[in-house]
Each structure stands twice: as structure tokens, then as C-alpha cells.
């Protein structure tokens, strides 16, 4: 169902955080033991959550962390030791890390992983309304540009190019776009 890689510079916290997201219903855990092996593998795969149990043997995690919000569409977890979460808690946050204490509670891991997984699902949703409005938005403008050259050219009025337009799209069974960038091709070569 879900995808997670885990970056964790002990083989006890690959096992540990692998076990508890399998338990969490993820049927692809994936692990890496540092930094540079986490960013080669982010570059070839994509995953719904990527675990970071900070420090890692090349680096402290954070700027991975901080990278991966920036380059990707996962759901970050940053595991740290309790003295350490403070003074980073704003600035993750300003990313979209969340922060999960070291050691690990259970029960407050499980509610993380939903929650993480839940603002993922969010994010996606509105990227792809965002996607499919400025679709929206671009034929409208492309609709837009056939009219004012249907008026310039062929001397309509503005109602008469949308009916125009509207009734091509609907004798000729396709869509009011594909009759703008004909009149466009026709008029503007």
C-alpha cells in the first residue's frame, strides 16, 4: 500500500523502524545507511515516507531532511534524541518535518506515521487540483486568443466567435482547445 525508506546508521534502527512501519501497513520498507545512499536512492525511487533516525554516520540529517521537503513528495519523519528537538522544532516545521523524540513511544510513532501520511495525501490532492486548474486556466486564455483573432480576422463580435467556437467543438465531437488551436494554426502561421 505505502512505500517508506528508512535512513539509519545502525542496523538496530534500520530493523527497529522498518518493523514499525510494516506494522503501520507499509508493504515497501526500503533502508539506507547514510546520507549519500539516501539521496542516490531518492533519486531513483520515490516514496510516501521517508524515516531519518538522526545522526547518520556522514551527516547530522537535518539538511537531508530539509532537502528531501524541498526535492520531493514524501512525508519526512526526523527521529532525533530528546535534548536536540527545540531549537529545530520551528525551523522543520517551516519545511514539513516532522519531529519524532528519541527514544521512540510507540503509540506517538503510529499517531506520527498517520499524520505525516494523512498531510501527504492533503498536499497531493491540491497539487493536483492546482495541475488540473491551470489546465483550466490555459485553455481558457488559448479560447481567449481564437476569439480576438476570429474578431480581428474574420470581423465577429465576441459572442458570435464563442458561438462560434462552442458549436465547431460540438459538430466536429472535440473539445473547444483543439477547435482554438485550429483557428490559432489557421490564422496565426
Known sequence: ???A???????????F????LEA???????TTTNGKETRQMLRRDSFDLVLISAPLPDESGRKLAFEITETTASGVILAVKDETEQPLSKRLEDFGVFLVPKP?????FTCAVK???AFRRRVLGLTNENVRLQKKIEEIRLVDRAKCTLMQYLSMTEDQAHHYIEKQAMDLRTTK???AEGILKTYES
Open 115 to 117: 499524520l505525516v501520511i
Open 24 to 30: 503501520e501497513g507499509f508493504s515497501c520498507v526500503r
Open 177 to 179: 482547445r483543439e477547435v
Open 1 to 3: 500500500m505505502y512505500s
Open 104 to 108: 521512540v513511544n510507540r503509540r506517538f
Open 5 to 15: 525508506l528508512v535512513a539509519a546508521g545502525t542496523e538496530k534502527g534500520r530493523v
Open 17 to 20: 523502524f522498518g518493523e514499525l
